[in-house]
């Protein structure tokens, strides 16, 4: 009854640039934290960026000053701006939102995934 469904992966060159997105559809009270993973093959899914429903953000060493986390509050959905790609950021990222349904249960749920493959 609550979906998020991601867009914006690909193949781009490093040092360019991607945008993904990811928007929460279905019986939706209200949105807490949101949040992307990546995992890259033969390792842990790792946090790459959160955000509060405030707006405050925090981001894994790896990739601060490069992307950048932010939301639509009104459209249910995150964002991840992704500049000066680099190789070692080719993974699949996950999108991730703590949400409270209509009804009144909190629950934790995650995108199907989205391919970013940086080429050298």
């Known amino acids: 009854q609550v979906q998020l469904v991601e867009f914006g992966g690909g193949l781009v060159q490093a040092g360019g640039s991607l945008r993904l997105s990811c928007a929460a559809s279905?019986?939706?009270?209200?949105?807490?934290?949101m949040a992307w993973y990546r995992q890259a093959l033969g390792k842990q899914r790792e946090l790459v960026a959160a955000i509060t429903s405030g707006g405050s953000t925090n981001y894994a060493d790896s990739v601060k000053g490069r992307f950048t986390i932010s939301r639509d509050n009104a459209k249910n959905t995150v964002y991840l701006q992704m500049n000066s790609l680099k190789p070692e950021d080719t993974a699949v990222y996950y999108c991730?939102?703590?949400?409270?349904?209509?009804?009144?249960?909190?629950?934790?749920?995650w995108g199907q995934g989205t391919q970013v493959t940086v080429s050298s």
């Open positions: 991730n939102a703590d949400i409270r349904r209509r009804g009144g249960l909190r629950a934790t749920y």
């Open positions: 279905g019986r939706i009270f209200s949105i807490n934290d």
